[in-house]
């Protein structure tokens, strides 16, 4: 806390979003098959040693270890309700989507890797299943997300369900003959976060509206796990 109060407080300009390093607190082993490239989906952040402003095209920062200026977070209205884990479903990003929200506005995200926590992995998420249910579920919530943020007319949904198409045969090949266990299974996992967006381009055609944790756009789509950590 002490770190991200002194970085509120110097940085210049003042950051708006800010976040740290989140370490793995694991309650069973790493499954060898779990490689890098699917830590995040554990929540699980390390982007440098040194404080620096993030490349928000493909940097983040994590709920576990985050702190916003809540008068600029009110203004954006605070996190869309029909993102994020709602009930047992495994939709995510609603994070991501007020990161890009602030973004958008001309903000920027601000890591400091001194504002370090623990983040507790349960032995129910070191299973394939799991794996496989959240990377799909990842790609219905990117759907989402970019439903709500702009207009996504029929053609241009195909042109993408199309491109995410031509994309699978390579990830669905290597995930069945590459000879190194891990990247079999990352590729299974990108194979099925590509299915997952392509259902969401069609189930998710436009935002929702009024957002609502009992609406459908909420509540019909996503696979099941326990409650959340």
């Not at 950051?15 to 929540?43: N, Q």
């Not at 001194?114 to 507790?120: E, L």
């Not at 099925?192 to 957002?211: C, N, V, W």
Request: charged share 25%; with cysteine; aromatic share 8%.
């Amino acid at each position: 806390l002490e770190a991200i109060l002194t970085a509120f407080d110097t940085v210049r300009p003042p950051p708006v979003c800010l976040g740290g390093r989140i370490e793995p607190i694991w309650e069973g082993a790493r499954p060898k098959w779990v490689g890098d490239a699917l830590l995040g989906y554990l929540t699980i952040v390390d982007w440098s040693d040194r404080a620096r402003t993030l490349d928000p095209s493909r940097e983040y920062v994590a709920g576990a270890n985050m702190a916003f200026s809540t008068a600029v977070l009110r203004c954006l209205g605070g996190f869309s309700p029909c993102l994020g884990r709602v009930g047992n479903k495994l939709l995510s990003r609603e994070e991501l989507h007020v990161q890009r929200l602030l973004v958008a506005a001309g903000h920027q995200l601000y890591y400091e890797p001194r504002a370090t926590v623990g983040h507790h992995v349960p032995v129910s998420r070191l299973t394939r299943g799991w794996f496989l249910r959240r990377t799909y579920s990842e790609g219905l919530s990117e759907a989402l997300m970019q439903a709500l943020m702009e207009s996504l007319p029929r053609r241009r949904r195909v042109r993408m369900a199309l491109h995410n198409l031509l994309l699978q045969p390579q990830d669905w090949a290597r995930s069945f003959l590459h000879f190194d266990e891990t990247e079999r299974f990352t590729s299974r996992c990108r194979t099925l976060r590509r299915m997952g967006r392509i259902q969401g381009l069609f189930t998710f055609s436009s935002a929702p509206a009024p957002p609502s944790r009992q609406s459908r756009w909420c509540t019909s789509a996503g696979t099941s796990e326990g409650p959340r950590s």
